[in-house]
Each structure stands twice: as C-alpha cells, then as structure tokens.
C-alpha cells in the first residue's frame, strides 16, 4: 500500500484525537513506539513496544488534557513512510492551564499499518507554560557593537 498525503492525514488525525479506538486501525501488532519526553510530566512518552502499549499510552493522554485544536503545519510522505509538524493546543484541567506546542511525528508504515514511530514533543515549552514560569536561567545576551 503506497502512503498518500491524505492517508498519513487521516493518521496524524487519528493520532491528534488521542482515542484509541481511532488509533487502532493504523497501528501494526508489533509496532515500536517512542514519544519523547518526560515520563514524569507527560506519562504517555517512553517506549511503547506494541499495540495495546501504543493505545494504552494515548488512553494516558486523553485522560490529562483535553484538546483545544491541532493544526498541521506541515506533512510529507514518500509513500512507505509520513512527517508531520504539528501545533497542539490543549488544557490540562489538574492544573487548569492552557498549553500550546509543536510535535514533529515520524511514521514508517508496512501494509498500511504504522510499524515504527517517533513523536517528539516541545515538552520543555509545554512545562514552562504549566508552570507559569521559565525552566531556565535567565542569560544576559551581550549588545552587538554597532
């Protein structure tokens, strides 16, 4: 099955809905899933190995935050695998805050099915936001000489 714009569409969707029942259809048995992040903050990043770990780890997302809106900003395939660039706007209601961050999504397909994966996430953006406050130690930045 060769993977069109308006299939990896259909996926990066799916995926932005965080409800496993629309993720299923797209992920392999034996996918290999990697959301980069901190465990600690975002319990759904980590290796998934699986597709009952994949679907358990959107689960964990969908129960933390509600979305706002996801826009793509950008999306490529060529044909066997799809990239997007992806703007996720969401509240997380234990902490009453809005959040807004980019994902940038990899996805290698076989048969039509998603067989490995990676996702990584501005978390320190998204943490920062939670937080209210810089992560961070300010840096002076020195004036250019004109």
């Known amino acids: 099955m060769i993977i069109t714009s308006e299939y990896a569409e259909s996926f990066f969707a799916a995926l932005a809905s965080r409800d496993p029942a629309a993720i299923a259809p797209f992920v392999a048995d034996d996918a290999e899933w990697l959301m980069i992040g901190p ?6 990043c980590g ?9 358990a780890a959107y689960q964990r997302a969908k129960q ?3 979305m706002i809106s996801c826009v793509r900003e950008f ?19 234990a902490v ?12 290698r397909f076989r048969d039509g099915k ?3 994966f990676c996702s990584i996430i501005d978390t320190l953006g998204a943490a920062e936001q939670v937080l209210g406050r810089s992560l961070l130690p ?4 020195p004036a250019l000489a004109g």
Do not use: C, Y
């Open 64 to 66: 933390r935050s509600e």
């Open 47 to 55: 290796q998934h190995l699986g597709k009952d770990a994949v679907l």
């Open 39 to 44: 465990i600690e903050m975002f319990p759904s």
């Open 114 to 116: 998603v067989t490995e």
């Open 75 to 93: 999306l490529v395939t060529d044909g066997t695998s799809a990239s997007a660039l992806t703007r996720f706007t969401g509240t997380m209601p």
């Open 96 to 107: 009453g805050k809005q959040i807004n961050v980019r994902i940038a999504q990899f996805a």
């Open 138 to 141: 300010a840096v002076a930045v």
